[in-house]
């Protein structure tokens, strides 16, 4: 048996998802985009996916090339344990790490100092010291 894209949503995520996941294309039967209830639906989408996209890639446009002095015993340990544990509430203290071994750079000291932030694993300044880039 072949499911369509929104059937197959639908066994495998449940009716509710299942609309999210069906083709732009049936979209415009299902949605009306001036209905308000649709526009909260997107902004409350993209206040939690915007933060994880943030975390994630960054500032595409403002790539920062890891320098290999700023990998230090600790500085590593500190990724790796922030990385495996999913432990990101010790960022602050790896940006105290990256600035003792050198590291100037306010896009990586900001990002990791940032507590507003959503870290999640794939979080590019972890990833940037650990070589998973």
């Given at each position: 048996?072949?499911?369509?894209?929104?059937?197959?949503?639908?066994?495998?995520?449940?009716?509710e998802r299942?609309?999210?996941l069906r083709p732009r294309s049936e979209w415009n039967d299902t949605y009306d985009y001036r209905d308000p209830a649709w526009q909260r639906t997107v902004e409350e989408h993209r206040a939690v996916q915007i933060p994880l996209l943030h975390d994630t890639?960054?500032?595409?446009f403002q790539y920062v090339w890891p320098n290999p002095d700023w990998l230090t015993a600790a500085v590593v340990a500190l990724a790796r344990g922030i990385y495996d544990e999913r432990a990101y509430d010790r960022m602050p203290i790896l940006a105290d790490a990256l600035q003792d071994a050198g590291c100037e750079k306010d896009a990586v000291l900001d990002h990791c100092r940032d507590t507003a932030l959503t870290h999640v694993r794939g979080c590019w300044v972890?990833?940037?010291l650990l070589g998973k880039e």
């Open positions: 048996m072949v499911l369509g894209h929104g059937a197959f949503a639908a066994a495998v995520h449940g009716s299942a609309a999210i890639f960054g500032n595409p972890v990833d940037l």
